[in-house]
């Protein structure tokens, strides 16, 4: 298989271990590249693990990115995901963007973290790095939309945690709720500084 050559012409993100490019030859496709040196959490792996996992148990995936496997970049080995694109083929912005930019009332906002909760609570996905733009806005017609994950699955690191979130039901559980309840701190967060335009966020 060919080497993908990456540059910063196709730089998405960065965050703090990963850098996120887009596919050269497949704009419906993203790479998840190792940026840093020495110690690290390893995420590419964990989330390879994680993902297999899930379909191995043959869980729904449609608020979560499908996961591709590895492929060698110029950059190093990478991580290969589904790409979020809206019902009209525009790329999907972050739902801290869509809030912050105020194009989403507050009762959609409602509705669709209460439809996102109960996919996580029936499908028993550990959403654990739940930062605000780890969530996009996909429009999936003119008038409807849903919340997916692209970001933040698993663990924060593959240790003993993480397989007792995969193997102990009632840990896995107490951690998704737990989870949620930051999520829910992180967003109320936001919603105050909207409305007080204060702090604004840049990261979006």
């Given at each position: 298989?060919p080497?993908?050559?990456l540059?910063?012409s196709?730089l998405v993100?960065?965050?703090?271990?990963?850098?996120?490019y887009?596919y050269?030859t497949?704009?419906?496709?993203i790479i998840?590249i190792?940026?840093t040196?020495g110690t690290?959490?390893?995420?590419?792996?964990?989330?390879?693990i994680?993902?297999?996992?899930?379909?191995?148990?043959?869980?729904?995936?449609s608020?979560?990115?499908?996961c591709?496997?590895?492929?060698?970049?110029?950059l190093?080995?990478?991580l290969v995901?589904?790409?979020?694109?809206d019902y009209?083929?525009?790329?999907s912005?972050?739902?801290?963007?869509?809030i912050?930019?105020?194009?989403?009332?507050?009762?959609?906002q409602?509705?669709?973290?209460n439809?996102?909760k109960?996919?996580?609570?029936k499908?028993?996905?550990?959403?654990?790095d739940?930062?605000?733009?780890?969530?996009f806005?996909?429009k999936?017609?003119?008038?409807?939309?849903k919340?997916?994950?692209?970001?933040?699955l698993?663990?924060?690191?593959?240790?003993?945690k993480?397989?007792?979130?995969?193997?102990?039901p009632?840990?896995?559980n107490?951690?998704?709720?737990?989870?949620?309840?930051?999520?829910?701190?992180l967003?109320?967060?936001?919603?105050?500084?909207?409305k007080?335009?204060?702090?604004?966020?840049h990261?979006?």
């Open positions: 298989m080497i993908i050559k540059d910063d196709l993100a960065k965050g703090g271990e990963r850098a996120c887009l050269p497949d704009d419906k496709k998840k190792l940026y040196e690290h959490n390893n995420q590419n792996r964990l989330e390879y994680y993902m297999n996992y899930l379909k191995r148990k043959k869980t729904d995936l608020h979560i990115t499908d591709y496997g590895y492929i060698m970049t110029t190093g080995k990478g995901y589904e790409r979020v694109f009209d083929n525009k790329p912005k972050s739902f801290r963007y869509m912050a930019h105020k194009l989403i009332d507050e009762k959609e409602n509705i669709l973290l439809e996102l109960q996919y996580l609570d499908n028993k996905i550990l959403f654990i739940n930062s605000m733009t780890n969530i806005y996909k999936t017609s003119l008038n409807s939309a919340l997916v994950i692209v970001d933040g698993g663990a924060k690191r593959i240790g003993f993480f397989y007792l979130y995969l193997y102990l009632f840990y896995r107490y951690k998704i709720k737990k989870q949620w309840q930051k999520l829910m701190w967003y109320n967060k936001d919603i105050t500084r909207i007080n335009n204060t702090m604004p966020m990261r979006l």
